[in-house]
C-alpha cells in the first residue's frame, strides 16, 4: 500500500513540474534606435554590421511590459530581402534578462530563439518569429529607427 502511495506522489510531482513548465505565449511591438556600420556597399550587394536598443511599446504578454532590449548582429543585401543573423539581450521590468538568436534566412520566415536567462527567466528555451512594421526616417547618417512585432512561445524549466 505504500509503495502505490509513493507512485502516486512521484505522478503527482511529475505532472506539478510539467504544468510549471509550460508554454507562455507571447506578443509584443518593439520600436528600436540602432547605428549601421556599412563594410561593404553597392547597387548590388550591400553588407553591414548594426547595432540597435530599444524598448516594448505594445505587448498581450504582462511580462513583456516596460521590458528593453539591445541587439547587435549583422546584415546584407543582395536580393529582395535583407539576411542576417545577431544576438538581442533583454531586460525586463524585475530585473530579470534573457538573451536570443534573431535570424533573417534568404528563404522563409525570420526566426528568434531563446538562448539563456537569469532571475526567473533562468533556463528559457523555446522562441517564435519578427517582422518589421514600420521604418521611420533617418535621423543621422548610419541610424534607423523602427518598430517590429515579436510573437512565439517560451519555456522555463520548472
Known amino acids: 500500500m505504500k509503495s502505490y502511495k509513493f507512485l502516486a506522489l512521484i505522478g503527482l510531482t511529475a505532472l506539478a513540474s510539467a504544468a510549471m513548465a509550460a508554454d507562455v505565449a507571447y506578443e509584443f511591438v518593439a520600436c528600436t534606435h540602432g547605428k549601421a556600420v556599412m563594410l561593404e556597399g553597392s547597387s548590388e550587394f550591400a553588407a553591414f554590421g548594426l547595432e540597435e536598443w530599444g524598448l516594448v511599446a505594445n505587448s498581450k504578454a504582462p511580462e513583456f511590459e516596460k521590458a ?4 547587435v548582429g549583422a546584415l546584407r543585401m543582395a536580393g529582395p530581402r535583407p539576411v542576417g543573423k545577431g544576438l538581442c539581450k533583454w531586460t525586463f521590468a524585475d530585473g530579470a534578462t534573457a538573451v ?3 535570424e533573417m534566412p534568404p528563404a522563409g520566415e525570420n526566426s528568434f530563439t531563446w538562448l539563456n536567462g537569469s532571475g526567473r527567466l533562468k533556463g528559457i528555451k523555446g522562441g ?3 517582422q518589421q512594421v514600420v521604418m521611420g526616417a533617418t535621423v543621422d547618417p548610419g541610424t534607423s529607427q523602427s518598430c517590429r512585432r515579436d510573437w512565439g512561445k517560451y519555456t522555463i524549466p520548472g
Open 68 to 71: 528593453s532590449t539591445h541587439c
Open 100 to 102: 536570443g538568436e534573431w
Open 128 to 130: 517564435g518569429s519578427f
